[in-house]
């Protein structure tokens, strides 16, 4: 049987903090991209202009096809080569976060535009109608009257795909990125300890997942209530 | 933008001489569709046991099948497939672990990898099942016991029949989704799809046409699963429901 030895954690513990810290940067600004662009590629499929409607539907479709794992090595292989070629800079700058932060955004905007236009279909037909009948433009009606309204039945929904993209964030160990994850295994690595680190990082990311559900859960009631 | 586009790679045998680059791929492409294809049977089966569970009167049933749930969705399946990789082999008891541990590594990463990517989906596949039977009118599980139906029995000849038919939509994104997961697996150092494009990118220089040949093979499995399982999806609809004929 395995001997336990839990004393590299305490040591490691500002390291894996910063690793933190990094999930953590990922995870937000992919979620505030991924939903404005989300938003834009749901406005587009549900345009009545078929080339957009049609750029956002292959979009959509193709990034909802390709492995998260795939998207990522492409964003690390090709945002590198793109900027140097583009901008002249230098290869050997650091563009593993920037990457990383580009592709989930990307990713996830193309799931988030399926729970946005869902929820934008989810509004009665009436209020757009309404709005418009008070003199108000297509694009004013969208703004003030139907959007606010289904991102409020949205909200959970968001949040639930903002947690699953925070479990996400854990593949950037594949450009060998210290997140939160990356660092634990890197550390586990170091002192031998991989069985500890390991066990520690699932500890820790289910604590996380596990509340943020509840509390997910918690609002989506009161939300039904209200 | 300098960069020489050369499809022609793809035919050109390997630096070990043994095969050709897209025999690598297509080696790539079987282990992915194999690891995929047993990891969703087992995760069907043990999927629809939790699922019926978190349905059951008894609490102990369902407060078991509720917590293995929630373990397998609030960790990350990379978090999972390391701990199965590289910590259960150490806390199982001394002669499995060894025996685990001196058996083949392909054979070592194949089965981490399919134990992981089954349990990961099971967990989803029994929300799925759950969902189903719950959205079975109330009536029909009363009116099963009222018949005479033991519990076993109402679930087998009444909620069952009727449940499996409603999952199958939602049962094919889960479907679609354990083939992208199987990607992950690539980071153990199982040599499916993902892994051999990369390996692919190193050996032949050429990243464009090793990403896109994979990508393309993505979906290519994604579009025969979707109409695969659309076919089975009308054969069982069932009439009167939403989507129903």
């Known amino acids: 049987m395995h001997e336990f030895d839990w004393s590299s954690i305490p040591n490691a513990l500002p390291f894996l903090w910063d690793g933190m810290l990094i999930s953590l940067e990922i995870t937000g600004s992919a979620v505030l991209f991924g939903i404005l662009w989300g938003t834009l590629l749901a406005l587009m499929r549900l345009s009545s202009i078929t080339p957009l409607s049609w750029f956002a539907a292959g979009y959509v479709n193709l990034f909802r096809a390709v492995p998260l794992v795939m998207v990522l090595l492409w964003f690390f292989l090709i945002v590198p080569h793109l900027l140097e070629s583009l901008f002249g800079l230098s290869r050997n700058k650091d563009l593993r976060l920037f990457s990383a932060i580009v592709g989930f955004a990307l990713f996830e905007a193309a799931y988030y535009s399926e729970i946005i236009r869902a929820g934008i279909q989810s509004v009665s037909k009436g209020q757009m109608a309404a709005a418009s009948a008070l003199g108000m433009t297509y694009a004013q009606s969208m703004r003030l009257v139907v959007l606010p309204q289904a991102f409020r039945n949205m909200v959970p929904l968001l949040l639930t795909q903002g947690i699953i993209l925070f479990q996400d964030t854990s593949l950037v160990y594949v450009s060998a990125l210290a997140d939160f994850f990356g660092a634990a295994y890197k550390v586990g690595d170091r002192d031998g300890r991989l069985v500890e680190l390991l066990l520690f990082a699932g500890a820790v990311y289910f604590v996380i997942c596990f509340t943020a559900s509840r509390i997910v859960r918690y609002y989506q009631n009161k939300l039904k209530t209200a | ?245």
């Open chain 2, 1 to 245: 933008m300098s960069y020489n586009w050369n499809w022609g790679v793809f035919l050109q045998p390997t630096s070990a001489g043994d095969d050709t680059y897209l025999g690598w791929m297509l080696s790539g492409f079987k282990v992915t569709i194999a690891l995929s294809l047993s990891a969703w049977v087992i995760a069907l089966a043990i999927g629809a046991v939790i699922g019926i569970l978190r349905t059951v009167p008894s609490k102990r049933l369902s407060g078991f099948a509720t917590a293995y749930v929630e373990v397998f969705r609030n960790i990350p399946l990379l978090v999972q497939l390391f701990l199965w990789y590289f910590v259960i082999p150490e806390l199982l008891p001394e002669k499995w672990g060894n025996a685990f541990k001196q058996s083949n590594p392909l054979l070592q990463q194949f089965l981490a990898s399919m134990l992981c990517l089954a349990l990961f989906t099971s967990a989803r596949v029994a929300e799925q099942v759950r969902s189903g039977i719950n959205s079975l009118p109330p009536g029909q599980k009363n009116a099963g016991l009222a018949m005479g139906f033991t519990l076993p029995q109402t679930y087998r000849y009444v909620l069952l029949p009727m449940a499996v038919r409603l999952i199958v939509p939602p049962l094919t994104s889960e479907f679609l989704n354990i083939f992208k997961n199987s990607a992950v697996c690539s980071t153990i150092g199982l040599l499916e799809l993902a892994a051999q494009g990369r390996q692919l990118v190193d050996y032949t220089a050429q990243p464009y046409e090793s990403f896109i040949a994979v990508t393309l093979a993505y979906l290519l499995i994604n579009v025969v699963v979707m109409f695969g399982m659309r076919w089975v999806e009308g054969h069982v609809r069932v009439p009167g429901y939403i989507g129903g004929k």
